[in-house]
């Protein structure tokens, strides 16, 4: 079973940054595909950005060029760098993590970005 702790978040103004952690912990555990996903009010959880144990990442197009994904293998560990906030960006961020195949969830956190 993986446990996931997540870090960051909170209010900022429209321009501002914040940086998400997420670190994954359990026994016997092998995470391949960390990401984060987010939900605003009224809407469906998406996909925000993931990253694979080799790298690769993948974005949502709102987001490109103003977020960035990295993670720290040793660490079982993945970050969230979000540059240029904007209110749209306001929701509840969720990390996930895939071990032997299975997704599991951290809690949420909220960002608030204020215009």
């Known amino acids: 079973q993986v446990r996931l702790v997540v870090s960051g978040g909170g209010l900022v103004q429209a321009g501002g940054s914040l940086r998400l952690s997420c670190a994954a912990s359990?026994?016997?555990?092998?995470?391949?595909?960390m990401g984060w996903y987010r939900q605003a009010p009224g809407k469906q959880r998406a996909l925000v950005a993931r990253?694979?144990?080799?790298?690769?990442?993948d974005y949502a197009e709102s987001v490109k060029g103003r977020f960035t994904i990295s993670r720290d293998n040793a660490k079982n560990t993945v970050y969230l760098q979000m540059n240029s906030l904007k209110s749209e960006d306001t929701a509840v961020y969720y990390c996930?993590?895939?071990?032997w195949g299975s997704g599991s969830w951290g809690q949420g956190t909220q960002v608030t970005v204020s215009s």
């Open positions: 990253i694979t144990s080799g790298g690769t990442t």
């Open positions: 996930n993590a895939e071990s």
């Open positions: 359990g026994s016997r555990i092998n995470i391949n595909r």
